[in-house]
């Protein structure tokens, strides 16, 4: 390996080291009592749950605050799926670099940086569970633990089928690239790809804890935010640098080996095709959320009846508004910035270097899928339990009258 690649190599894993936040995330999420933290927003305003739709704009201010919160809980759900599965592909990965010349620097990276998802992962959840049974009395975005080859979308367009090919494709890959360099180093490749999305939102977050003055004020989930932030950025660079030094200190790809990187790549676009507008900045399939915006808008914090819930959710889904455009120009610069991160990776199809798949996506195809999906829930609200799950509600800890 380069003497230039191995600097920076070790000057971020340094600094990460030095840096490390998984002592102080382990601490705040210990000390973390919603009742602290119910009355103050946690994310900048926009970064809240149906943000810029009709039921924003008809929201209470305690009702806009409970949307913020549960854009929270919501976002970092989704986030614990994706460093799941990143906790063992790093393990992976690191086995198909033993072969490799001076292997041990990026083992040992990948090593610090599953100790502090383990961390993230930890306080995440902790905040989720622990907000939505004060709110709810259950979890509604917040799922349970998971294994490394479930879909890492949490809300995404699939069934039984697709679920078992994609943890069929993951444990394959998982298998080949343990024993494969370039396959190894390839995966940063979408690692990096991913967390480019991430970081679009989570920059933003961040800034929001900072603006806290004195900082130690600040809502414990703004911090975890904050320190996430931090600790993802030198992930990122591990990233950046495998994927696009590291790997060319590699003999060139077999015909094998660029198939299973495009393939690899092209299941990221497919991963990132939808937006959704209950959550600007996650890739998720809205009429998977159907279900958990119903329970939201029939529960005490909206009240809605059954009617009025299935109206909201038609204009919130089926129309335009400020919060669809917010999460579709989301999807646009996501996928900008993932043709820059690619364009120097000779290996690829041009469908991939392009990011064709996403930038098929558009606005109308988006409220088509609504306007038919929406209409398929509801047929299936009448042959349903959901219908009357909220007939007997219950006063929420942070309900206010």
């Not at 690649?5 to 601490?27: F, P, S, V």
């Not at 705040?28 to 933290?37: G, H, I, N, Q």
């Not at 460093?83 to 490799?100: D, K, M, P, R, W």
């Amino acid at each position: 390996m380069e003497k230039r690649i191995q600097g920076k190599l070790h000057i971020n894993y340094n600094r990460n080291k030095q840096q490390d936040h998984t002592a102080l995330m382990d601490e705040v999420a210990a000390s973390f009592r919603y009742e602290d933290c119910q009355n103050e927003y946690w994310n900048p305003e926009e970064f809240s749950l149906l943000y810029g739709t009709p039921l924003w704009e008809q929201s209470s201010p305690h009702q806009r605050l409970i949307l913020n919160q549960l854009y929270w809980v919501a976002y970092y759900s989704q986030i614990v799926s994706a460093e799941i599965a990143t906790i063992f592909f790093n393990q992976t990965s690191a086995a198909g670099l033993y072969a490799h010349e001076d292997f041990r620097l990026i083992c040992d990276t990948l090593d610090l940086e599953s100790s502090q998802e383990r961390a993230h992962i930890n306080a995440f959840r902790t905040i989720a569970k622990q907000t939505e049974q004060s709110l709810f009395g259950k979890l509604i975005f917040t799922y349970p633990m998971r294994g490394p080859f479930t879909e890492t979308m949490v809300y995404a367009e699939t069934n039984t089928l697709k679920t078992w090919w994609k943890k069929l494709q993951l444990q394959y890959f998982g298998l080949i690239s343990a024993n494969n360099t370039f396959l190894a180093c390839q995966y940063f490749t979408v690692r990096g790809v991913r967390t480019l999305n991430g970081k679009i939102v989570q920059h933003k977050l961040s800034n929001y804890y900072q603006r806290y003055c004195p900082q130690e004020s600040a809502p414990i989930p703004a911090q975890v935010s904050h320190c996430h932030f931090l600790d993802e950025s030198f992930h990122f660079n591990s990233s950046t640098i495998i994927s696009h030094d590291v790997i060319n200190c590699l003999t060139p790809p077999t015909a094998f080996e660029r198939l299973v990187a495009n393939l690899g790549l092209w299941g990221c676009q497919r991963d990132h095709f939808h937006f959704s507008v209950a959550i600007n900045g996650i890739f998720w399939y809205d009429p998977a959320l159907y279900e958990k915006i119903y329970y939201l808008l029939r529960s005490p914090i909206f009240g809605l009846g059954q009617g009025e819930a299935q109206e909201m959710m038609d204009c919130c889904f089926t129309q335009e508004s400020e919060g669809l455009h917010r999460s579709f120009l989301t999807h646009q610069e996501a996928m900008a910035s993932y043709k820059v991160y690619v364009e120097k990776l000779d290996y690829l199809w041009p469908c991939n270097r392009e990011m064709s798949l996403m930038a098929s996506n558009c606005i109308s195809g988006y409220l088509a899928i609504q306007t038919r999906e929406l209409q398929r829930f509801k047929y299936r609200l009448r042959y349903s339990s959901l219908t009357s799950e909220w007939n007997k509600p219950q006063r929420h800890k942070g309900h206010k009258d």
